[in-house]
């Protein structure tokens, strides 16, 4: 069996084509294996009919493929053109690269697998001394080619969450399945017409809105309009891990009103936020001995703590009850940070309140942002929206590929 014949195998092959050259190019030390491929005279090809038609000419074309060794290895073909029944000149698939791509499918593959072990465009582009940008045009091929057939259409409850593309203010928004635990749809933004933009786009998929009957939402003005406004049958509930951060900025506010005259609360900015739990025996020691000398920050965490006690209530008229009740301690504790989030809650009570029958929350979006964030880094930012979009897909979207 001769090298033809072996890469031929190697490739798998199959009649018409087969290789007829192998040969290395060495040019300044450097050295490319070519493999010359070519098809069976009088072969005839299909059209878009099925037809058999004879080949027309032929263009000579070249793809890069996986390394043999280290060396580069590139398979060049005479691809044959066939005039069609309809009387047009066609130039023919091959079967080991997609059309107008510069890459073989096992290249690709290659490629593909690369980044999802987590790796950097760039610097796949750098190990395969290849172009970024050729790389990033496979891969958002591919992410392209898996959304359109992704299917939302099942969706009943979406979880809607902001994140940050880069420093500054430019956002993104992010929907989520919170059924499946997958993104469907980001659109740049976070006003309401983010919102408008995830509902067209479930619509052209053919999801039936009124089947979308609860959404997980942060206390956003714009994402409150836009669910009220886009879908209409949603139940909102906000997610709880926001409503904790109000009370736990409230909380610090009061720590560090307090700082300005008692500066032995230096390094305790954690103390008072953490769970009592996950602190050492130390601060454990600290927490109490501060909360008993300053009356005030002791209020303010006596309050932080009896607030947890509104995720473990029974039902709705409970948890309205047990807010009414502590926003009017709060109120008679004079502690402003914490009345000013009393009437945030207030403002949103029915929002908040859902949760103890939903019990739904960000925390899956939450999750996927943290996925985002740590791309994000590994990339060292995207300077291209549609390139960051797609990576989100690919990490977050659970895309099937064919």
Known sequence: ????????LALGLDSPWHIIDVNFKIDNNNKELHLEISFD???????????????????????RHMNFFEHKTFINAKVPRIKTTQGKVKMIDVPWARKHSGFTLLFEALAM????KEMPVNKIAQLLGEDAHRFWTIFNHWINKAYQQDDPSTINKIGIDETSRRKGHNYISVAVDLDHNKVVHVVQGK????????????????????????????????????????????????DKFHVVKLLNQAMDEVRKKEYCEHK???????????????????????LSELITLLPTLGEA?????????????????????????????????????????????????????????????????????????????RARGYRNIDNFINMIYFLCGKLRFD
């Open 41 to 63: 005279p009088g072969t005839q090809f299909k059209d878009d009919t099925g037809t058999l038609c004879p080949a027309y000419d032929s263009k000579q074309k070249q793809w």
């Open 301 to 377: 965490y006596r309050l932080k703590l009896l607030f947890n006690d509104l995720w473990d209530m029974p039902d709705k008229h409970s948890a309205k009850a047990f807010i009414e009740d502590w926003i009017q301690q709060a109120s008679h504790s004079k502690i402003q940070a914490f009345i000013k989030f009393g009437k945030t809650l207030m403002g949103h009570l029915s929002g908040i309140i859902n949760f103890v029958e939903t019990r739904i929350t960000n925390a899956i979006l939450e999750s996927i942002n943290n996925k985002i964030q740590m791309a994000k880094r």
């Open 191 to 238: 006003d309401i017409q983010a919102v408008a933009d995830i509902k067209d786009y479930l619509c052209e998929k053919g999801t039936d809105l009124a089947n979308i009957t609860q959404a997980s939402i942060d206390l956003s003005p714009a994402f409150i309009s836009g669910i009220g406004t886009h879908f209409p049958n949603a139940s909102i509930t906000f």
């Open 264 to 286: 032995e609360l230096k390094g305790h900015k954690y103390t008072f936020l953490k769970n009592r739990n996950n602190l050492s025996t130390k601060k454990q020691q600290a």
């Open 113 to 116: 697998s690369m980044i999802e």
């Open 1 to 8: 069996m001769n090298s033809a014949e072996i890469f031929t």
